[in-house]
């Protein structure tokens, strides 16, 4: 057995293929871990078949400890929340990330990976993927993981410069009702999320078809996913039309309220500075999130907000980036 020193704890049983590695068995105790780039000089290229399971039963191979900050929980990938995958991973094998019930957060390249069967199965928690940019052209992460999740699922695409865009994906779900007289069952589709999972051409996100859907979402029974979503493409404007920005910025404005609450729980400075500058809040709003902000006793959000509150009684002019 190896041992080395990294940022993060990991058990590896692993094999050498030439150029690469695979990793057929990986356990973490951490809550947070970035599986290695490379080992022994070798590019980490592939996840094999039951790698990430807890429990999983072992394999033959090398064996490899990374130690990392010392850690009490068991290393059985039980307590972990967010995984960054290698950017050089180019395969994950069948059931490679079963049963990792806590994962919420998946970090990747945005390359092709060939996912094995059944790769995400069990991974109820799983709500955020964030891909970052490893080439000229997009890869197809986005439309691996808006196919095979359901839930409402919040994807980032990262470039050089930062965040190009960040989308919400509406949840949906599926079932089969037995139609007695008829002697079949018959499909049902809830929820008004199965058009965004699906808005794609070939395996590129259509952002035009994305947005398009918009007026479908809200014209159902919208809840926060419709926020969420209409912040984040205002925000992250890649791919937006004007009159897709303005249907947006409505949105926003009708329910700022709601908004700045949902802003001032997230406790980020930046991103409730750029709501005020990008929609118009009524005084009445700012007031509600102003007193919120007392109550949480952000003396910077309470700031900025009564300062919106001024310059709203003032008659200030509305800017747009």
Not at 102 to 120: F, K, M, N, P, S
């Amino acid at each position: 057995m190896e041992t080395m020193i990294g940022t993060n704890n990991w058990k590896l049983i692993l094999r050498r293929d030439g150029d690469g590695v695979t990793l057929l068995r990986a356990a973490t105790c951490d809550a947070r871990a970035a599986l290695p780039e490379t080992l022994f000089a070798l590019p980490v290229r592939a996840l094999g078949d039951h790698a990430l399971v807890p429990d999983a039963a072992s394999v033959e191979g090398e064996t490899v400890t990374i130690a990392g900050a010392p850690c009490d929980a068991p290393w059985d990938n039980r307590a972990l929340r967010e995984l960054s995958l290698p950017h050089s991973l180019r395969a994950a094998g069948d059931y490679a990330l079963m049963n990792c019930r806590a994962l919420e957060t998946l970090r990747l390249g945005d390359r092709h990976i060939d996912w094995g069967v059944g790769a995400l199965m069990n991974c109820r928690a799983l709500r955020a993927v964030a891909v970052t940019r490893c080439g000229g052209e997009p890869g197809d992460a986005a439309a691996y993981f808006s196919g095979e999740l359901s839930c409402e699922l919040e994807l980032s695409i990262l470039g050089r410069e930062g965040c190009e865009a960040r989308l919400v994906f509406p949840e949906y779900w599926e079932e089969y009702v037995e139609n007695g007289p008829a002697h079949h069952f018959d499909y049902q589709v809830h929820g008004m999320g199965q058009p965004y999972h699906q808005a794609f051409r070939g395996k590129t996100l259509a952002y035009y078809d994305y947005d398009a859907l918009w007026r479908r979402l809200i014209s159902g029974e919208p809840d926060g996913a419709a926020l969420r979503l209409a912040w984040w493409r205002v925000r992250y404007p890649a791919g937006l039309t004007a009159d897709a920005a303005a249907r947006y910025r409505a949105y926003l404005d009708a329910h700022a309220a709601e908004a700045l609450l949902w802003l001032l729980e997230r406790r980020d400075a930046a991103m409730l500075a750029d709501f005020l500058r990008l929609a118009d809040p009524d005084a009445d709003a700012l007031r509600a999130a102003s007193a919120r902000a007392r109550e949480l006793r952000d003396a910077a959000a309470t700031a900025a907000l009564l300062e919106a509150v001024r310059r709203k009684g003032a008659g200030a002019r509305r800017f747009e980036l």
